[in-house]
């Protein structure tokens, strides 16, 4: 029993985020390019929370996924305005 008490007393004790801190987070997540440094401090350092931190990691996962889409996306839109150009001309 008193080993697993030990046990117990050893793991981290991490401080719940509330929902100023939430309110705060996602308001400067949202700011354009001090966001989404932010986004890799809470990502990648060590004294943020795990809720926050994994947070953070699938906030830019999410980024990621939208910039690979939008350049897809963006290179088929000028390549078909680039055919049709050439037709007219």
């Known amino acids: 029993m008193e080993n ?3 046990i117990q007393n050893q793991q981290p ?3 719940n ?3 100023g801190d939430w309110f705060a987070t ?3 997540a949202a700011l354009p390019l001090i966001g989404l440094i932010l986004l890799f401090v809470w990502a ?3 004294s943020t929370t795990p809720c926050k931190a994994n947070w953070a990691k699938a906030t830019l996962l999410w ?7 939008g350049m897809f996306f963006l290179i088929l839109g000028a390549a078909i305005f680039g055919n049709i150009l050439g037709e007219l001309l």
């Open 4 to 6: 697993q008490n030990q």
């Open 13 to 15: 004790v991490h401080k």
């Open 17 to 19: 985020v509330s929902t």
């Open 26 to 28: 996602l308001f400067i």
């Open 44 to 46: 990648f350092g060590s």
């Open 63 to 69: 980024y990621l996924v939208f910039f690979v889409l």
